[in-house]
């Protein structure tokens, strides 16, 4: 699986919104851009995932560059439940034994 | 609809010993994957089953395997446990496919 960069750690406020990036430049034409979120003391919770087009959920939107060799997951309006840490993932749909690679993620932390 | 989940919550055990973990998947997902879990080395794939077949395999040593049943309940196992093997592990179900993972709770082994 190809690897992902995100910054370790960013800080909102409450309320605002929050701007995640990735970049994945060694991304290929069959890798669809995952991202999956960790609260404390829980497991990771998928958030979104898109392959070329911009994609929007209830829990958040995911810009996609044109050239796909980075994202950025958007958080509407964070709030103190947002704090986790988010991590941006390749997942080639091309094979048929789909693993999540993990990196080391974005922590994010919101502030009241 | 329940969610995955993983027996038992905490689990200690001393090494040498052999242990397993148990997941049940959310309903009509076929795809159950492991992962483990440690503050030195984030989270790590251990392998991937798809209708009682392993699809994929991290790489861990030959002391960690899982299992499969017809019913999509996943078993994975450690023997000759050491004290590295002190984790959280994670399962995950999928629907397969490019569909996100729902992530169970884990269950935290402690080794001593």
């Not at chain 1, 995952?34 to 958040?60: D, K």
């Not at chain 1, 947002?82 to 999540?100: F, H, K």
């Not at chain 2, 440690?38 to 009682?52: A, M």
């Amino acid at each position: 699986d190809a690897k992902t960069t995100q910054p370790n750690s960013m800080e909102s406020n409450e309320e605002e919104p929050v701007h995640l990036p990735c970049n994945h430049s060694t991304i290929s034409g069959t890798d669809y851009i995952h991202w999956y979120r960790q609260l404390p003391s829980q497991g990771p919770e998928y958030v979104i995932h898109g392959l070329t087009s911009n994609v929007n959920n209830r829990m958040a939107s995911l810009a996609i560059a044109e050239d796909r060799k980075s994202s950025t997951l958007i958080l509407h309006r964070a709030t103190l439940r947002d704090a986790a840490v988010y991590y941006c993932i390749l997942r080639d749909s091309n094979n048929a034994g789909n693993m999540l690679t993990f990196g080391g993620g974005t922590r994010l932390m919101v502030k009241p | 609809k329940a969610g995955v989940t993983q027996t038992p919550r905490y689990l200690i055990k001393t090494r040498g010993q052999q242990v397993t973990l148990s997941c049940s998947p959310i309903s009509g997902h076929r795809s159950v994957s492991w992962y483990q879990q440690t503050p030195g080395q984030g989270l790590q794939f251990l392998f991937e089953y798809f209708s009682e077949t392993q699809r994929n395999k991290g790489n861990f040593p030959g002391r960690f395997s899982g299992r499969q049943f017809s019913n999509s309940r996943s078993e994975m196992n450690v023997s000759t446990l050491e004290l590295g093997d002190s984790a959280l592990y994670l399962c995950a179900s999928s629907l397969g496919g490019n569909q996100g993972y729902t992530f169970g709770s884990g269950t935290r082994l402690t080794v001593v």
